[in-house]
């Protein structure tokens, strides 16, 4: 019994482990998803082109930005390794629309969903709203 029972807590603690990978964010930065059937796609490299020329805008507002396909994850917008993980693609994507950009802000909540490329300054315009930034705007705060 109790090795049946150690498995399935193994189990439920491995599931949570991943699920869970965004908290450490929380409270600390703003995430974008940038979920597309390929990492390969063409509206991907559109999205995270437009990115790189606002990279330090990125950095300003605190944002991380993770690709995700159904296979595969990868941080940030420049190239990185990829891990094999689809929960995050599972836990987020809402819609069959190929492409997705997802804002999660610093409370873990979802802030914008879109179906298709988001420009820089419109992000930031609706980053640049939220009480939390306004806030950091007003110390002066900067990475």
């Known amino acids: 019994m109790t090795g049946k029972l150690l498995t399935v807590l193994l189990f439920f603690t491995c599931l949570t482990a991943q ?6 964010h929380r409270w600390e930065d703003r995430i974008v998803l ?3 059937d390929s990492l390969d796609s063409d509206t991907l490299k ?5 990115f790189q020329q606002a990279e330090k805008a990125l950095k300003e507002r605190k944002i ?9 994850v990868k941080k940030g917008i420049n190239k990185s ?3 094999s993980n689809g929960d995050l693609y599972k836990r987020y994507k809402k819609s069959d629309a190929p492409f997705e950009v997802v804002l999660i ?3 873990g909540g979802v802030k914008l969903r879109k179906e298709r490329i988001v420009k820089p300054p419109e992000l930031f315009e609706l980053i640049d709203r939220m009480p939390m930034r306004r806030a950091e705007m007003y110390k002066g705060e900067s990475p």
């Open 19 to 24: 699920s869970q990978d965004l908290r450490k």
């Open 34 to 36: 940038l979920i597309s």
């Open 46 to 50: 559109q999205q995270l082109q437009l």
């Open 64 to 72: 991380v930005v993770y690709q995700i396909s159904s296979s595969r």
């Open 81 to 83: 390794s990829a891990d």
């Open 105 to 107: 802000g610093l409370d």
